[in-house]
């Protein structure tokens, strides 16, 4: 399978109409072969500063910058559901 990732619907429902993907699927357009799906915007956001330490917690000017060695990211509780969609839809592609 074919796999399309748009930012935004609006964007993956005219990309399917053409790639001939008209089959609704569940945060999805589907066709033969080819999938077309979407982001919202961002799925995902920066964990905050306090997820890394405690001392975060409390905002002082002498730990700045918060520069982590490894970024955290948390998927954001409005779009978690497209976010399944998307992961679910990148194994199956994987798989083809």
């Not at 066709?31 to 905050?48: K, Q, S």
């Not at 730990?63 to 955290?72: C, E, F, T, V, Y």
């Not at 409005?78 to 976010?83: L, R, V």
């Amino acid at each position: 399978m074919r796999l399309f990732l748009c930012e935004k619907p609006s964007q993956a429902k005219d990309i399917a109409k053409v790639l001939g993907a008209t089959r609704k699927g569940d945060g999805c357009w589907q066709g033969t072969n080819v999938c077309v799906t979407w982001c919202i915007g961002h799925l995902l956001e920066t964990a905050p500063p306090d997820s890394y330490d405690e001392r975060y917690k409390r905002w002082n000017l002498a730990d700045l910058p918060i520069i982590p060695d490894k970024w955290k990211m948390l998927v954001k509780p409005k779009t978690a559901s497209q976010f399944k969609a998307v992961k679910r839809l990148l194994g199956e592609a994987r798989g083809w």
